[in-house]
T-cell receptor, first 114, second 112 residues
Framework: EAGVTQFPSHSVIEKGQTVTLRCDPISGHDNLYWYRRVMGKEIKFLLHFVKESKQDESGMPNNRFLAERTGGTYSTLKVQPAELEDSGVYFC????????????FGSGTRLTVV | GENVEQHPSTLSVQEGDSAVIKCTYSDSASNYFPWYKQELGKRPQLIIDIRSNVGEKKDQRIAVTLNKTAKHFSLHITETQPEDSAVYFCAASMGGYQKVTFGTGTKLQVIP
């Protein structure tokens, strides 16, 4: 089975620009999560979709971050405008309904804001 | 919300020795505790998990223990090999599809 795919793998943008990250979960996985790891710290939760609905967005840092999952398939995470502190690795993960078996992570997008 | 603390942040062991990573959690409602291994430049991968109705689980050289009363759980790697070198994350969740709260990671280095 194909894994969780993230695009791009790396992105370098200037402060104030916009970046959109994409995640394609494993087919059939209703649950899709976005996480971020900043500067060697913990992997921090951003938000959780169940199909196309936002189940929990308590980890979104501010309104510069917008996540969507139209049609319950792939998801995008847009940062607009980007700030220096947004730099980090953004991970997407997916899991089956009821979350059995833990997450499958994507390879992440390394975002650098300069 | 849940808070997971992980120690040590770095750990160096000689090949063949054992490695132990310890975590604590704050929310007594958490009942699912996965461990992830992230090799350099790669994705975090689930290596073992334990649910709250079990005190210990083993998978070859890896074992996890859980003390629900003390809210502690630990990862034990025996007979370490160079390929065990990676960052290990503990995590806690209320299970189902609930979000997972991660610890800060332990960078394990196995010295040949």
């Amino acid at each position: 089975e194909a894994g969780v795919t993230q695009f791009p793998s790396h992105s370098v943008i200037e402060k104030g620009q916009t970046v959109t990250l994409r995640c394609d979960p494993i087919s059939g996985h209703d649950n899709l999560y976005w996480y971020r790891r900043v500067m060697g710290k913990e992997i921090k939760f951003l938000l959780h979709f169940v199909k196309e609905s936002k189940q929990d967005e308590s980890g979104m840092p501010n309104n510069r971050f917008l996540a969507e999952r139209t049609g319950g398939t792939y998801s995008t995470l847009k940062v607009q405008p980007a700030e220096l502190e947004d730099s980090g690795v953004y991970f997407c993960a997916s899991s089956q309904a009821q979350g059995r078996g833990g997450y499958t992570f994507g390879s992440g997008t390394r975002l650098t804001v300069v | 919300g849940e808070n997971v603390e992980q120690h040590p942040s770095t750990l160096s062991v000689q090949e063949g020795d054992s490695a132990v990573i310890k975590c604590t959690y704050s929310d007594s409602a958490s009942n699912y505790f996965p461990w992830y291994k992230q090799e350099l430049g790669k994705r975090p991968q689930l290596i073992i998990d334990i649910r709250s109705n079990v005190g210990e689980k083993k998978d070859q050289r890896i074992a996890v223990t859980l003390n629900k009363t003390a809210k502690h759980f630990s990862l034990h790697i025996t007979e370490t090999q160079p390929e065990d070198s990676a960052v290990y994350f503990c995590a806690a969740s209320m299970g189902g599809y609930q979000k997972v709260t991660f610890g800060t990671g332990t960078k394990l280095q196995v010295i040949p």
